[in-house]
């Protein structure tokens, strides 16, 4: 668990890092791909980012991540405003 809600992970030898932030007013999981010295791989996503919007008007933030065979990345969110929740979301980053 990281406590301001960041993680990075490691498939096939690229770098992911996840984070979560806010765009025109909708909360969303962010991911950046990096390379290997640290610069963002703009053949990812868009200029090196991905963002997967997260329904509703809770905010939410990444807090325990884990990676399985097939370079899936299951994140576990903390989504709490004035009680405590917990949401779950899956993708695959890398076919």
Same mark, same amino acid.
């Given at each position: =668990?990281?406590?301001?809600?960041?993680?990075? &992970?490691?498939?096939?030898?690229?770098? *992911?890092?996840?984070?979560?932030?806010?765009?025109?007013?909708q909360n969303q999981l962010? +991911?950046?791909? !990096?390379?290997?010295?640290?610069?963002?791989? =703009?053949?990812?996503?868009?200029?090196?980012?991905? *963002? *997967?919007?997260?329904?509703?008007?809770?905010?939410? $933030?990444? &807090?325990?991540?884990? !990676?399985?065979? *097939?370079? $899936? &990345?299951?994140?576990?969110?903390d989504v709490s405003d004035?009680? $405590?929740?917990?949401? !779950?979301? $899956?993708?695959? +980053?890398?076919?």
């Open positions: =668990t990281i406590g301001d809600g960041s993680e990075m &992970v490691f498939v096939n030898g690229n770098i *992911y890092f996840f984070f979560g932030t806010t765009i025109s007013g962010g +991911v950046v791909k !990096l390379n290997s010295n640290g610069s963002t791989d =703009t053949t990812f996503g868009n200029a090196g980012f991905k *963002y *997967y919007p997260w329904s509703g008007s809770i905010g939410a $933030r990444p &807090v325990n991540m884990t !990676l399985d065979e *097939y370079n $899936r &990345v299951s994140i576990g969110f004035t009680t $405590r929740d917990w949401g !779950l979301m $899956r993708i695959c +980053v890398e076919p």
